[in-house]
């Protein structure tokens, strides 16, 4: 009895603290959950697509009916999430991503609900693949700023990295989605091999550069420098996963293996991870980061004191000097 009732107060002033952790935050991370099921499930029927063309139609695509339920489940919960908001007290830019973010899933739902996968080309299906790592891209990033406690104006740290490590997370990000449009292109055979797998080369190269970056310049800035370890992790794991998808590919083509469009969907997933990982490094990146520059200009050198102070005494005596 005695452990319930120091318990109680205790209770009490939890649930009264400010939880950083939000609903809304809780249901933008829910859209962009359900999201990323939708790219790995879009990879395992893009997949089964074109291994069924290779060999025989289908009159049914294996889980096209469950992929239309998700989106248009999405579809609900991004409603609910755009009113409310709406009417909440969330900063005017967030408002405007939200509305974005929802006015492209319901364009994406609309598009994807009347024709499937089986009725598209293949120019379609990567359009329709570019556009729902778009939509992740922002239901990631309003989960992110839809939190109580993100803030952007943290004391900044000089991002005296060459080059900015700012603007490599940048080039990174968009590496990682340039290279997810390509892998879809690669699974309906539209593109080649090379261009999917040079850039994720290129991209992995970007990724443990950031990570140098971030253990050499940044040690001891822990916000920067953890995410960024991240980002180098995933992305490795993702050309792994890339390599052995490729290898069986390879080895479909000369024998049947079912386990094909498994291994597809598990590279998208690890490529849709990789995309988070790395817009959450580049925010943490802006919001702990500041141009050199601008911080040189802002707080004055101590030579710049020392030479305005000699300047003024000059002044001063030029003034007291009656011959002046």
């Known amino acids: 009895m005695s452990g319930v009732t120091r318990g109680f107060p205790f209770w009490i002033a939890r649930t009264m603290t400010p939880n950083p952790v939000s609903w809304l935050h809780r249901l933008a991370a829910l859209l962009a959950l359900m999201i990323f099921t939708g790219m790995t499930v879009g990879a395992h029927v893009r997949s089964s697509l074109a291994a069924a063309r290779g060999q025989h139609v289908l009159s049914e695509l294996p889980y096209q009916a469950g992929y239309s339920g998700l989106i248009l489940a999405a579809v609900c919960c991004a ?63 309003l989960a992110f700023f839809t939190r109580t406690d993100w803030n952007w104006k943290q004391s900044p740290v000089a991002d005296v990295a060459k080059p900015s490590l700012r603007a490599l997370l940048c080039s990174t990000t968009g590496l990682i989605f340039v290279e997810s449009v390509l892998g879809a292109g690669l699974t309906v ?87 988070a990982a790395s817009l959450f ?25 020392a030479g305005s102070r000699v300047a003024e005494v000059l002044r001063r005596d030029l003034d007291a000097d009656p011959r002046g």
């Not at 709406?86 to 973010?101: C, D, F, I, P, T």
């Not at 310049?217 to 792994?240: D, G, M």
């Not at 390879?250 to 386990?259: E, Y």
Request: net charge positive; hydrophobic share 60%.
């Open 189 to 275: 055979h539209l593109l080649r091999t090379p261009a999917h797998v040079w850039t994720g080369l290129v991209t992995t190269f970007a990724a443990l550069w950031v990570l140098e970056i971030a253990w050499n310049k940044f040690a001891q800035l822990t916000p920067v420098k953890v995410p960024c370890i991240l980002l180098a992790e995933i992305v490795v794991l993702q050309l792994l996963l890339g390599l052995v998808a490729h290898s069986m590919e390879l080895n479909a083509r000369v024998s049947m293996l079912p386990g094909l469009p498994v291994m597809a969907a598990t590279h998208a997933a690890a490529a849709a991870l990789a995309l």
């Open 79 to 141: 409603i609910v999430f755009a009113i409310w908001l709406g009417v909440s007290e969330v900063r005017n830019y967030v408002k405007a991503l939200g509305a974005m973010a929802v006015g492209l899933l319901i364009i994406f739902a609309a598009t994807s609900l009347r024709t499937t996968m089986l009725d598209q080309g293949t120019a379609g299906l990567i359009i329709r693949a570019g556009a729902i790592n778009v939509l992740f891209m922002l239901f990631c990033s």
């Open 281 to 305: 490094a580049t925010f943490q990146a802006f919001k702990y980061l500041a141009p050199a520059k601008s911080l040189e200009i802002a707080v004055p050198t101590a030579d710049t004191t």
